[in-house]
């Protein structure tokens, strides 16, 4: 008779890790992050210098930008490695993998989400071509992110003439999960939970590698009525931690609502939004989204396609889906960012990948920190820092239709309507459109053979991507193409004729 799941603090379950374990971390910015095992391994290691050594595996970015989540474990000694999808929300972490202080991997979050599967499985390893092209892949600098990051985890292979990448399995020792509530014997549920992650594959691969699972949930409950319900079963979960509600907010910025876990026939709506280059991009944005579309919106500036979509009655038009697993609804925005408003289905990460993977999205539409002449983007590194790709590699590469969205230039940039005019009141200090980014995450000719449909919203002017690279085809009235479009980027695109306006 197999024994019961151990019902105890977060102090003696964490104590259960072994020093050079690999520890699994669920969660997805602040949702679904056991926040009471990240702190009380901090905790202990600060106290007793153990455990020491540590694997850190994780997809999402999980943290605050501050001191929750994974900042918690950026600590050198207790780290020796971390391999992970999105870094910027642990600005801690980062700083130990620029001083070089861990080995440090960033490989895309849908590769490492489905890959924790094939680990479960003891398969050899997850075999896609995302990533191919990009920095990730062994061509380039394979994911490696400082000189002390040595190891290939992923190399390149040949199947039926085509080049394919291999993510290479890494053993889970430890996985560290949340749920709502758990039973006596172990089973978990999540109905508070905003999304559901990746705990099943988390907990199936650390217990097929004779590992522990340790569980944080809200409250032990007698009874667990429907068997469906469970999203764990209790045969793989070792430690179960009650925390009765501390530190264990729906998400980093709410501490409960209900927005992210029912389903709600009235209309969401999100506040006006007011005049700026962020709402000229998302409307323009929109235009390219056409009515029974399924999109993914990204983090930041993309956002401000929703809220133009309520602002215009185009929100029913199309449906709305978050790599985390949401479908339909409103993804919600900050800290809160993974869940969403009123959402018509939740289902795991992992899932929601291989949808993606399979070209599911007709269209999406994301940020960029930089773009060059022939259309390759940037999103992972800027003003110092390192931020990871997160879902980007894989959503840019799979989607049927992009739309990249970001302004001409960065940093303090100011425009204002005038007449029906765009009008450029302060320029913005740093170049977007540039000779060389500094990490390849989209690939622009590989777009074209893949036959991706690519442009490039900015407050004044839009860009496709072409067989002969970024062509400048509108531009918005007011704008001087030559002093405030072309002067202001490092290289010169060919310019479609007759090049037409922007609509404002």
């Given amino acids: 008779m197999r024994a019961l799941a151990i019902r105890t603090t977060a102090d003696e379950a ?52 501050a001191e929750r989540g994974l900042n918690h474990l950026a600590h050198a000694g207790l780290l020796r490695r971390v391999i992970g999808g999105h870094w910027n929300l642990a ?29 479960a499985a003891k398969r050899p390893g997850l075999i896609t071509q995302v990533g191919l092209n990009t920095f990730i892949d062994p061509a380039q600098s394979g994911g490696r992110l400082n000189a002390r990051t040595t190891e290939p985890l992923v190399e390149c292979i040949e199947l039926d003439g085509q080049r394919w990448l291999r993510y290479k399995p890494v053993p889970i020792h430890v996985g560290l ?169 939740i289902i795991d990460q992992p899932s929601q990948f291989d949808f993606y993977d399979g070209g599911g999205l007709d269209i999406a539409v994301l940020g960029a920190v930089e773009v060059d002449a022939e259309g390759s983007v940037n999103v992972a590194s800027f003003a110092g820092r390192f931020a990871g790709v997160g879902g980007f590699v894989n959503i840019a590469q799979c989607a049927k239709r992009l739309v990249f ?21 302060k320029e913005g200090r740093h170049p977007k459109f540039v000779r060389a980014i500094q990490h390849v995450c989209f690939h622009g000719p590989s777009a074209l053979a893949r036959g991706q449909e690519v442009l490039y919203v900015t407050e004044r002017a839009v860009f496709k991507l072409t067989d002969g690279g970024l062509q400048l085809t509108e531009i918005a009235p007011g704008v001087d193409l030559q002093m405030q479009v072309l002067a202001q980027m490092q290289f010169t695109p060919p310019i479609s004729e007759p090049l037409e306006l922007m609509p404002l």
């Fill in 14 to 65: 964490i104590a259960a890790i072994p020093s050079g374990a690999t520890v699994a971390v669920g969660g997805f910015v602040g949702a679904g992050h056991p926040e009471l095992l990240t702190a009380a391994l901090e905790r202990r290691f600060l106290k007793s210098g153990t455990p020491r050594d540590l694997t850190l595996y994780y997809c999402a970015g999980q943290g605050d930008r």
């Fill in 405 to 425: 969205c970001l302004t001409l230039r960065a940093g303090e940039l100011e425009v204002a309507m005038e007449n029906g005019r765009l009008a450029i009141v």
């Fill in 177 to 345: 999960i949340r749920a709502t509530y758990a039973d006596a014997r172990g089973n978990l549920t999540m109905e508070k939970e905003g999304l559901i992650s990746e705990v099943l594959p988390i907990a199936q691969a650390a217990k097929n590698h004779g590992g522990i699972v340790i569980a944080q949930v809200e409250r032990v409950v007698d009874h667990i009525a429907d068997p469906k319900a469970v999203r764990v079963p209790g045969i793989l979960v070792d430690y179960v931690v009650e925390s009765g509600g501390v530190q264990h907010d729906q998400t980093f910025s709410t501490a409960f609502t209900g927005d992210f876990v029912e389903r709600s026939n009235a209309a969401f709506t999100l506040p006006a939004m007011p005049f700026s280059e962020r709402k000229i991009i998302g409307a323009r944005a929109l235009r390219e989204i056409r009515k029974g579309d399924i999109v993914n919106l990204g983090i930041g500036l993309p956002e401000s396609v929703a809220m133009v979509a309520t602002e215009t009655g185009r929100l029913a038009d199309f449906t709305l889906t978050v790599e985390s697993g949401p479908t339909g609804g409103v993804p919600a925005s900050g800290l809160s960012f993974g869940c969403s408003h009123f959402p018509e289905a």
């Fill in 91 to 119: 600005p801690k972490l980062g700083t130990l993998a620029l001083a070089n202080e861990i080995e440090a991997y960033n490989f895309p979050q849908g590769v490492l989400s489905v890959l924790l599967r094939e680990i």
